[in-house]
């Protein structure tokens, strides 16, 4: 088997410069900020919240709800479901598509109060190798159970949505091996369900159940 090398990465934060006070302004920056920007506000809060699941799964609902009290476009904006979505311009502009459609339906447009405005912010990230590398299925399970959460995150989130593999690496490492069963059960699992060290858990499960046939 080829070996699986284990990364993790280091991000570092950017303020972009661009704020909003209301939808319109809001969703004209979403249309123009990068992608890593839209990556961040909706993936921030899956790498804070390890062992539970935060309330509002991405920036833009938590701000919607608590600066402009719009509860149910915050829910509506919190239900996309991203793992449907394999790049991130496509979850680009289905949010675009949300707030658009609802600014159609309203004649009032609500401003936050002063100093609440959404801030737009982007991360630039760098890939480090880990001293981790699996040789065979139990080599692979041994390393997941130690490598941190960032390098977990790195291999089931990033490789997937930001760096555009289609699929986790996990599932792709499999797939490569032989292991194309383990590999689909878990490029169907939906990490957004899911805490991160709960998806850990039951990544490993499932593939030690295969080093016991």
């Given at each position: 088997?080829?070996?699986?090398?284990?990364?993790?990465?280091?991000?570092?934060i950017e303020?972009?410069?661009?704020k909003?006070?209301?939808?319109?302004?809001?969703?004209?920056?979403?249309?123009?900020v990068?992608?890593?920007?839209?990556?961040?506000?909706?993936?921030?809060?899956?790498?804070?919240?390890?062992?539970?699941?935060?309330?509002h799964?991405?920036?833009?609902?938590?701000?919607?709800?608590?600066?402009?009290?719009?509860?149910?476009?915050?829910?509506?904006?919190?239900?996309?479901?991203?793992?449907?979505?394999?790049?991130?311009?496509?979850?680009?502009?289905?949010?675009?598509?949300?707030?658009?459609?609802y600014?159609?339906?309203?004649?009032?447009?609500?401003?936050?109060?002063?100093?609440?405005?959404?801030?737009?912010?982007?991360?630039?990230?760098?890939?480090?190798?880990?001293?981790?590398?699996?040789?065979?299925?139990?080599?692979?399970i041994?390393?997941?159970?130690?490598?941190?959460?960032h390098?977990?995150?790195?291999?089931?989130?990033?490789?997937?949505?930001?760096?555009?593999?289609?699929?986790?690496?996990?599932?792709?490492w499999?797939?490569?091996?032989?292991?194309?069963?383990?590999?689909?059960?878990?490029?169907?699992?939906?990490?957004?369900t899911?805490?991160?060290?709960?998806?850990?858990?039951?990544?490993?499960s499932?593939?030690?159940?295969?080093?016991?046939?």
């Amino acid at each position: 088997m080829d070996p699986f090398i284990f990364r993790t990465r280091i991000n570092q934060i950017e303020l972009l410069g661009k704020k909003a006070k209301n939808l319109k302004q809001l969703v004209e920056n979403i249309k123009t900020v990068p992608s890593s920007s839209i990556y961040h506000h909706t993936h921030r809060f899956l790498e804070q919240h390890i062992y539970f699941s935060p309330e509002h799964p991405n920036d833009f609902s938590y701000w919607i709800t608590t600066a402009l009290g719009l509860k149910r476009l915050g829910e509506i904006i919190a239900s996309v479901e991203i793992f449907q979505f394999k790049d991130i311009e496509s979850l680009r502009n289905k949010f675009i598509k949300i707030i658009e459609t609802y600014l159609k339906g309203t004649s009032s447009l609500r401003n936050c109060i002063l100093g609440e405005e959404f801030s737009f912010m982007s991360s630039k990230m760098f890939i480090l190798n880990t001293p981790f590398k699996a040789h065979n299925l139990e080599e692979f399970i041994s390393c997941l159970r130690q490598i941190t959460i960032h390098s977990f995150y790195f291999h089931m989130f990033e490789a997937r949505m930001r760096l555009q593999k289609d699929e986790n690496d996990f599932s792709r490492w499999f797939k490569d091996n032989g292991f194309k069963r383990l590999a689909d059960q878990i490029a169907f699992l939906d990490p957004y369900t899911h805490t991160l060290e709960g998806l850990r858990k039951k990544i490993i499960s499932l593939a030690t159940k295969y080093t016991q046939r």
